[in-house]
């Protein structure tokens, strides 16, 4: 098992940046493809990126490729996701997930581990 802390959200406005973390406990954090995905209000809950337990393979959202990178740090039990060109759609609760699967995947049932989410609010 584990377990997940976001930190990083925070306000910006229009065209800013913010660098979302996600720290992972225990020593397993490797064998872990980990995901972000996100929630506005009142919308279900959304993949955005996800990456492979070496860092070599990753998969994005179409809403937010070319803006948005997803990078890990296994030496550090972190994952990181790094917010450029923001818009006010992409405000949400940004959540960082774990997955035990091998391959790269965008749904959200092959998630079993969740941390407890990070505000992220983008003004125009």
């Known amino acids: 098992q584990v377990q997940l802390v976001e930190s990083g959200g925070g306000s910006v406005q229009a065209g800013g940046s913010l660098r979302l973390s996600c720290a992972a406990s225990?020593?397993?954090?490797?064998?872990?493809?980990m995901g972000w995905f996100r929630q506005a209000p009142g919308k279900e809950r959304e993949f955005v990126a996800a990456?492979?337990?070496?860092?070599?393979?990753?998969l994005y959202a179409d809403s937010v490729k070319g803006r948005f990178t997803i990078s890990r740090d296994n030496a550090k039990n972190t994952v990181y996701l790094q917010m450029n060109s923001l818009k006010p759609e992409d405000t949400a609760v940004y959540y960082c997930?774990?997955?035990?699967?091998?391959?790269?995947?965008?749904?959200?049932?092959?998630?079993?581990?969740w941390g407890q989410g990070t505000q992220v609010t983008v003004s125009s």
């Open positions: 997930a774990a997955s035990n699967l091998v391959v790269v995947r965008q749904s959200i049932g092959e998630y079993a581990y």
């Open positions: 990456i492979s337990r070496s860092g070599g393979v990753t």
């Open positions: 225990g020593r397993t954090f490797s064998t872990y493809v």
